[in-house]
């Protein structure tokens, strides 16, 4: 058993609270065990410069922490953002274009926003996983607005964390499990199991294709219910 009760092969709790803002177009508070990660889609008509005359829309991110999401105070971002800062939003824009039909979605930006109200471990496949909800939920919204005849998406993803603490393979780690891994994984995957995004770090020694593939199909295992979850989320869209 782990410090909260897991089993090796358990995600923490997990809720998703649609429509949690009144103002955005897609608005999702997502909760694994005590991280949470408020997460917003915000239609904009026009695309960046480097699309212009394509004819193709556009869906970036941007992520970040609040200053008492972890338990010392972390400073904002006041003129250019972290590079981990930077990494994660990229992350989160890869992840959601890799099953947006650009093309359908037309001359129009969806911006996604993560900020992360309370940390503990799993901040940045909370954002992903949440922010994906929210895109649906701005697109839902296109499509009653007769703004699109279609949803301009090719299926669900999800993204959970895996590693090796104490010897054992273990699923979506919190902070304390993060901290202690010799092994940290963040894998990005499709409803289909096709794999978007895997980002796998040693931290001491090497590990070996036995442990990756075991962290893969535990990562695998949790991102098909992660996305069960989601499709109990918006089954009054379905």
């Avoid at 997990?14 to 917003?40: D, Q, W």
């Avoid at 299926?155 to 010897?167: R, T």
């Avoid at 036995?210 to 996305?227: A, F, P, V």
């Amino acid at each position: 058993m782990r410090s909260d009760g897991r089993k090796n092969n358990q995600l923490r709790s997990v809720n998703f609270t649609r429509n949690y803002l009144k103002f955005p177009e897609g608005s999702v508070l997502a909760e694994m065990g005590e991280t949470t990660v408020l997460c917003t889609a915000s239609v904009q008509e026009g695309v960046p410069s480097f699309l212009e005359g394509t004819g193709q829309g556009w869906v970036t991110a941007e992520y970040s922490m609040l200053p008492r999401s972890t338990e010392t105070r972390t400073g904002r971002d006041r003129v250019r953002s972290a590079g981990r800062t930077q990494e994660i939003q990229r992350l989160i824009g890869r992840s959601l274009r890799s099953v947006v039909d650009l093309n359908s979605l037309g001359k129009r930006t969806i911006q996604i926003d993560c900020d992360v109200l309370q940390a503990d471990g799993g901040t940045r496949t909370a954002s992903v996983t949440g922010s994906y909800l929210a895109l649906l939920d701005a697109f839902f919204y296109l499509k009653q607005e007769r703004k699109l005849e279609i949803l301009p998406v090719n299926g669900f993803l999800a993204a959970v964390s895996s590693g090796v603490v104490n010897g054992e393979v273990m699923l979506d780690l919190n902070f304390q499990e993060d901290f202690a891994a010799s092994v940290d994984l963040n894998v990005v995957m499709t409803d289909e199991g096709e794999l978007i995004e895997i980002q796998g770090t040693a931290e001491g020694k090497p590990f070996g294709r036995d442990s990756l593939d075991e962290m893969l199909d535990l990562s695998q295992k949790g991102i098909n219910e992660l996305i069960l979850m989601q499709k109990e989320a918006i089954k009054d869209k379905l």
